[in-house]
């Protein structure tokens, strides 16, 4: 965490404000996530099971090829 001292601009007041890095607990979150997509499945051809099937797919690629590369790096492009 770092705190920063901003001057408001309202009569010279000083305010701090404080920046949490949060992306350890995100990356977590989305690691939690993606495990829990990525074990759903749905093998009864039911209605709406082929797009559940296309949604899973496009939520896994949408969480590995960037979200997830995005937290651990995020001062890199992320591209595949």
């Known amino acids: 965490m770092s705190i920063r001292f901003k001057k408001s601009p309202k009569a010279g007041?000083?305010?701090h404000v404080a920046i949490l890095d949060v992306r350890p607990r995100l990356?977590?979150?989305?690691?939690?996530?993606?495990?829990?997509?990525?074990?759903?499945r749905f093998p009864l051809p039911l209605p709406g099971a082929d797009r559940a099937r296309r949604s899973r797919a496009e939520l896994l690629a949408q969480l590995d090829d960037y979200l997830v590369p995005?937290?651990?790096?995020?001062?890199?492009?992320c591209w595949r």
């Open 27 to 40: 990356l977590d979150a989305l690691t939690s996530l993606r495990d829990r997509v990525d074990a759903a």
């Open 70 to 77: 995005r937290l651990r790096a995020p001062k890199r492009p």
């Open 13 to 15: 007041i000083l305010h």
